[in-house]
């Protein structure tokens, strides 16, 4: 077992691991929620679209997909690939 880490906060939760052992999750921080991608011992932000967020999935290629919910209100699918998010 590998302790990945937090980013902010008190906690953090692994979601998905794809076969280059890249994982993505969410790190608590109290009032907000971040993305995260963690690899080669690094955990790294991958979104900043909204309040609170959660990786769903990642695959061979480093794409992730998760969504996140806006200051405003209401929930919206991203995808982040190549070091890039994009609101769906």
């Known amino acids: 077992m590998t302790d990945l880490g ?4 008190t906690d953090s939760v692994a ?3 794809n ?12 009032v907000r929620t971040w993305l ?4 080669k ?4 932000e991958i979104a900043d679209l909204g309040i609170s967020g959660h990786a769903s999935d990642i695959n061979d290629y480093g ?8 200051a ?12 890039e998010t994009t609101d769906l």
Not at 6 to 9: A, R, T, V
Not at 63 to 70: D, L, P, R, S
Not at 72 to 83: E, H, Q, V
């Open 41 to 44: 011992g690094e955990m790294k």
């Open 19 to 30: 076969n280059h052992d890249q994982i993505v999750g969410s790190s608590d921080a109290g």
């Open 6 to 9: 937090k980013l902010e906060g």
């Open 63 to 70: 794409i992730v997909v998760g969504w996140v919910t806006a």
């Open 36 to 39: 995260f991608l963690w690899g």
């Open 15 to 17: 979601v998905a691991i």
């Open 72 to 83: 405003i209100g209401g929930s919206r699918a991203l995808i982040y690939r190549c070091g």
